[in-house]
């Protein structure tokens, strides 16, 4: 099916019936690419850092592994805390609205008016909007919800939230590590091997996000390799630096 055919079922007056019934679902495509990007950073930064130090294999995997739970599980409750402080701000302002309803309704039928005026709603059509909006308490909450704050009525589940950026940030973090549990390799090898791999993880990182969002996907995928880069040539540069002020070694 072409783009323009997908389109238009998508826009069938049932379809869109079907969906709007669904209520909006929360996208955890950024939650997902926060946790990766960040993990496969943090963990080849270590790797770099430790590299940059001299410090020996043995080091740089319990660093590396230390680093990798420890930053996956501040970020995961971060992000766990910071989706209920939103959710928890709605339901203050919802509480708020409704006790000004209460109290003020022609106050709060005036600023419904005067939103949806704004909008370019005027006379006989605006009385109307205004009568059915506040004709039904919910609708009339939840608009002042959206339309005054600003606010997102169906937020992220705090859980998933810090569940998936969480096993994003571990799984994706994993990939520089992995060449140093190999058996036997030389530490350059697995030094280059991890950069490869840790490469390979930020393009992929970069190139899904502009896939599902419709960016330039190579853009995107540049992008991100280069955030990667960067943080590491900045951690294998401090690990350089302060070995051969203070001759850190094995």
Same mark, same amino acid.
């Given at each position: 099916?072409?783009?323009?055919? =997908?389109?238009?079922?998508?826009?069938?007056?049932? #379809?869109?019936?079907?969906?709007? %019934?669904?209520?909006?679902?929360?996208? &955890?495509?950024?939650?997902?690419? *926060?946790?990766?990007?960040?993990?496969?950073?943090?963990?080849?930064?270590?790797?770099?850092?430790?590299?940059?130090?001299?410090? $020996?294999?043995?080091?740089?995997?319990?660093?590396?592994?230390?680093?990798?739970?420890?930053?996956?599980?501040?970020?995961?409750? $971060? @992000?766990?805390?910071?989706?209920?402080? !939103?959710?928890?701000?709605?339901?203050?302002?919802?509480?708020?609205? !409704?006790?000004?309803?209460? /109290?003020?309704?022609?106050?709060?039928?005036?600023?419904?008016?005067?939103?949806?005026?704004?909008?370019?709603?005027?006379?006989? #059509?605006?009385?109307?909007?205004?009568?059915?909006?506040?004709? @039904?308490?919910?609708?009339?909450?939840?608009?002042?919800?959206?339309?005054?704050?600003?606010? /997102?009525?169906?937020?992220?589940?705090?859980?998933?939230?810090?569940?998936?950026?969480?096993?994003?940030?571990?799984?994706?973090?994993?990939?520089?590590?992995?060449? &140093?549990?190999?058996?036997?390799?030389?530490?350059? %090898? %697995?030094?280059? %091997?991890?950069?490869?791999? =840790?490469?390979?993880?930020?393009?992929?990182?970069?190139?899904?996000?502009? /896939?599902?969002?419709?960016?330039?996907?190579?853009? $995107?995928?540049? /992008?991100?390799?280069?955030?990667?880069?960067?943080?590491?040539?900045?951690? &294998?540069?401090?690990?350089?630096?302060?070995?051969? *002020?203070?001759?850190?070694?094995?």
């Amino acid at each position: 099916m072409s783009d323009h055919a =997908a389109t238009n079922e998508q826009h069938r007056p049932d #379809v869109i019936r079907r969906r709007l %019934a669904g209520g909006s679902r929360h996208d &955890y495509l950024a939650d997902a690419v *926060l946790g990766a990007i960040d993990g496969c950073v943090t963990t080849f930064a270590v790797v770099a850092g430790a590299t940059g130090g001299a410090l $020996s294999p043995l080091v740089v995997i319990i660093l590396g592994f230390a680093n990798l739970l420890a930053d996956g599980f501040s970020m995961a409750v $971060s @992000n766990y805390h910071g989706t209920r402080s !939103e959710r928890d701000r709605v339901e203050q302002t919802r509480r708020t609205e !409704e006790r000004h309803i209460e /109290q003020v309704p022609e106050g709060e039928r005036e600023e419904i008016r005067q939103i949806f005026a704004a909008k370019g709603f005027e006379g006989d #059509v605006l009385e109307r909007i205004v009568e059915t909006i506040t004709g @039904n308490r919910r609708l009339w909450v939840n608009t002042m919800l959206t339309e005054e704050h600003g606010l /997102q009525l169906e937020g992220a589940d705090p859980v998933r939230a810090g569940a998936v950026t969480f096993a994003a940030f571990v799984g994706v973090g994993l990939v520089p590590l992995l060449p &140093y549990l190999v058996p036997g390799i030389a530490d350059g %090898a %697995a030094f280059a %091997a991890s950069g490869v791999m =840790a490469a390979v993880a930020f393009w992929g990182i970069g190139w899904v996000k502009g /896939q599902r969002l419709e960016l330039p996907r190579l853009r $995107s995928a540049w /992008q991100t390799l280069w955030t990667g880069a960067a943080a590491a040539g900045l951690a &294998y540069g401090a690990g350089w630096a302060l070995q051969t *002020l203070f001759g850190a070694g094995h």
